[in-house]
DNA sequence: ATGATTAATGAACACCCGTTCAAAAGCAAT
DNA sequence: ATTGCTTTTGAACGGGTGTTCATTAATCAT
């Protein structure tokens, strides 16, 4: 018993992440404050108060949604230190896109909702999105540093720079005029222009 | 009586704009869904009922805080087309940078608060929000056709460069680090070499 | 089959929501 | 002081909110 796995009684890990899912989608289309716990449940096909076997409350919720997402953004955004910052700079720009990409929901609550957030949270939330955004700065300052990048202030080109990539979530829909790659391309060229490599 | 109180009668010029300044206020604050009729009546002085003399409904606040504000933009966004595309792209540039940071609630507003708006009011507004843009693609189209910029889709670039410019009130204070000044002139250097130009 | 454990229900709690409207209160002109 | 008009009140409407919890149902180990 001490060492068998949870198993006893239970759907809860369907029930679990089908919680998540329908917080996820519904916060991402009506904003989360606007969904509440029983639209939620409904989602899922429970009565409101079953919730409360997978979340403490309806904020923690949201909270573990941004959380996650950005610990697998901080999880997979790993620039190698060894290759030339033009290089490193290229993948950053194409792993932001993509991975971005990949994510709309995701992405569009961890923007949208940080007011919705206590202050504890609100400062967790922003602390990982700083630690990512210290990937960026830190290619930038390596370039600059070396003379391939001339920038006169990698803060502000960090957060131009990851505005204009995000900005891509906005518009881009799968099946478009343009695929992916081409909007990979494209981000790549004004975005290698604006710190002035080459 | 040392103070008088609030009284009833002829004030609707005054506490018509009063709702709209405080509707804008707290939904830039709390976000529109989570702020209550009771609340901005609150914050003018008044009870709730009294905001249904300036407004059919909480919506239209909405609504008409991003009319008036993306109304303002247009009609202040007037880059001749006598001027070379150059000194056009330089103009819209510091123009969006002084006009958004004047009106961070107004911008925060428009952007974040759109999927509460009915679909009619919704298309409206992002027909506003697409002139706006098609202001600067002119601009990029006539410099692209001229041989001033390198642009391989002025569309992209548009969107790309506004993404870019309007990430400034998500960090820009006042009295900051930088003076709104040095922010124009950095991210005139990023657009102008963005756009291929010189 | 029994007992233990877990998950889900459904009702309840105290409170908040947008909106309406008759009544009251203020103002300006007579 | 009275009349006509505008503005605000304050209560009410029907319904929704997040959360709790005793009860019931479902599952698994023995």
């Known amino acids: 018993m001490l060492f068998m796995a949870r198993t006893t009684g239970s759907h809860a890990g369907i029930t679990g992440p089908r919680v998540r899912q329908a917080a996820l989608r519904l916060f991402a289309q009506k904003g989360y404050a606007a969904v509440s716990m029983r639209a939620i449940a409904a989602e899922v096909g429970v009565q409101a108060g079953a919730l409360y076997n997978y ?6 919720l949201l909270f573990d949604l941004m959380r996650v997402h950005l610990e697998e953004l901080l999880a997979q955004a790993d620039f190698g230190a060894e290759a030339d910052p033009l290089t490193r700079l290229r993948q950053f720009v194409e792993f932001h896109i993509r991975f971005h990409a990949d994510r709309p929901d995701e992405v569009f609550i961890a923007y949208m909702e940080l007011r919705n957030l206590s202050p504890e949270n609100f400062a967790q939330i ?4 700083r630690r990512y955004e210290d990937r960026l700065e830190t290619i930038l300052r390596d370039g600059a540093k070396q003379g391939v990048f001339a920038i006169e202030d990698t803060k502000i080109m960090t957060l131009a720079i990851i505005a204009m990539l995000t900005g891509v979530n906005t518009w881009f829909r799968s099946g478009g005029r343009l695929s992916l790659d081409q909007v990979v391309a494209q981000y790549w060229d004004m975005v290698r222009r604006a710190v002035g490599a080459e």
Chains 1, 2 share one sequence.
């Open 55 to 60: 979340t403490p409350d309806k904020e923690s």
């Open 126 to 129: 922003e602390a990982l999105r």
